[in-house]
């Protein structure tokens, strides 16, 4: 029994905790002996506190029973956290050795208002260096393996957090993103995962561009997000998270109403064919499902149309100034090794990303403005569009999890094969980074198995402020396609 509960979506268990039917301190204790007994093989989880947890579950439980006071809407559910969030006495290193002993004194925003909500963190999850990779993999760690094929990646830069979900290592993992980071990991092993609208959840205390002063900064581009086994799950995480910071004013934030809740009240637009960014015959056949699922239950559908605001080459010809902008603010990667890896790659190929990644990492602030405008116009563009469609649906990446890339230091170096076509590594981004630059909320909806035996998703983006819109079709889209799948090899 305990074993399927560890599968069981969050909201179930919060639902099961609020009968007494389980202690938090049961499940607390089922999911520590679940990490130790299967995370040795995945390395999802590279930081625990089972003392803490145990004594907060039992407080948890304590606090149920007397009834005195109110109760967060995460009351008593063990969690884990991406290791990119500062959390108040517990290991927080960001996949740097540079921050192998940082042990914050304080959390994060986010966390303080996860904890303020009942949620016990029980540990930290995996990640590349500074969040700066499309896989989880770092000098201090090392990788995480996907639970369906250990041989493969489990996608980054949340892919630990990923993992330990979709492995039923923990109630849901709280991440966040830049371009992709929860997202494609949850694409990768069948789940449901979160990108916020832009600035709803604040990133004080995230690393980077903590610690430190940096601590007080809000990264540009980047938002919070989580990775569920179930899209309702995220209702409640974003209850708890949603905000301005007291700092702020603490003005009034409230997401907006679903749009519809039913698949045939949705108006869908579906964008999956772009030379900038080609798609595999796995991951067509994926959309190809949603559209015909779609269509039967009677959404208005309209395949690639002429409004949509931009193509991916405009889209991602702005994201990228703009996001190695952000990212310049950790050079702590920047090595002799690396370094000349980079000026290798750029002598090989002047125009491409190598090149593009330094101009970016030191690009004047003109430039950086210039960016940053061209942003603000394409947002303008999304909002028209999103009064003619609710949600568009679109690939995640292009292909099903790929193999470990072991180039850790020449990252420029990489390639990654679409239907037997080489292309880099960097476009596993560019569907992603679309909702990134829109400042749009996105969610991942599980498909299926594909013919390789990997999970295939695909992701609906709505209005900035349509979170809500976002993870109601992927609920009820996900409910037609099966959902998320428990990876064989994982219960009992």
């Known amino acids: 029994m305990l074993d399927d509960l560890a599968f069981a979506p969050a909201h179930e268990l919060l639902a099961l905790l609020g009968r007494g039917d389980i202690s938090s301190s049961e499940l607390v204790d089922r999911y520590l002996q679940r990490i130790e007994k299967y995370d040795r093989r995945l390395n999802s989880v590279v930081t625990l506190d089972p003392e803490r947890a145990r004594a907060e579950a039992a407080e948890a439980d304590r606090q149920r029973a007397s009834g005195s006071a109110p109760l967060g809407p995460l009351h008593g559910l063990p969690i884990t956290v991406k290791d990119s969030y500062e959390t108040a006495g517990m290991r927080s290193v960001c996949g740097r050795r540079d921050l192998i002993d940082n042990v914050p004194t304080r959390d994060a925003e986010p966390i303080a208002r996860l904890r303020r909500a009942g949620a016990i963190i029980m540990g930290k999850t995996n990640m590349p260096p500074g969040n700066q990779d499309v896989q989880a993999d770092n000098p201090v760690f090392g990788p995480t393996n996907n639970p369906w094929n250990l041989a493969r990646t489990s996608g980054g830069s949340a892919g630990g957090g990923a993992v330990a979900t979709a492995a039923g290592l923990t109630a849901f993992d709280f991440g966040s993103e830049i371009g992709g980071s929860t997202r494609i990991p949850s694409h990768f092993v069948g789940l449901y995962g979160h990108k916020a609208t832009w600035r709803s959840i604040p990133l004080v205390g995230h690393l980077p561009p903590g610690p430190g002063t940096g601590r007080w900064a809000e990264p540009d581009l980047a938002c919070a997000g989580a990775q569920v086994r179930d899209a309702r799950d995220l209702v409640p995480i974003l209850a708890a998270t949603t905000g301005a910071l007291t700092r702020d004013g603490g003005f009034s934030y409230q997401l ?111 430039a950086w403005m210039q960016a940053d405008a061209a942003r603000q116009e394409i ?54 980074a679309i909702a990134n630059i829109a400042g749009a909320p996105a969610t991942t909806i599980p498909v299926g198995l594909g013919k390789s035996g990997l999970p295939v998703g695909v992701q609906a983006m709505g209005p900035a402020g349509g979170d809500l819109t976002t993870i109601e079709f992927a609920a009820l889209l996900g409910e037609q396609l099966g959902g998320y799948l428990r990876p064989p090899g994982y219960a009992g």
């Open 256 to 366: 907006s109403a679903p749009r519809a809740t039913a698949l045939s009240d949705f108006r869908v637009a579906v964008w999956f064919d772009d030379p900038g960014c080609p798609i595999d015959s796995e991951v067509n056949a994926a959309v190809v499902d949603a559209i015909e699922i779609l269509k039967r239950a009677g959404a208005k559908v309209e395949i690639q149309p002429a409004a949509l605001p931009v193509d991916i080459s405009e889209s991602h010809g702005v994201f990228e100034p703009l996001v190695y902008g952000q990212l310049s603010g950790d050079r702590t990667g920047i090595t002799p090794a690396s370094a000349a890896a980079m000026m290798a790659r750029m002598m090989q190929d002047p125009r491409g990303p190598a090149t593009r990644a330094f101009r970016g990492t030191f690009q004047s602030h003109y």
């Open 379 to 432: 947002r303008e563009r999304w909002y028209e569009f999103f009064r003619q469609f609710d949600v568009v649906l679109m690939p995640v990446t292009p292909t099903a999890a790929p193999a470990h890339h072991n180039k850790l230091i020449d990252r420029f170096g990489r390639r990654f094969e679409v239907d037997g076509v080489a292309r880099s590594y960097w476009d596993q981004v560019k569907w992603c």
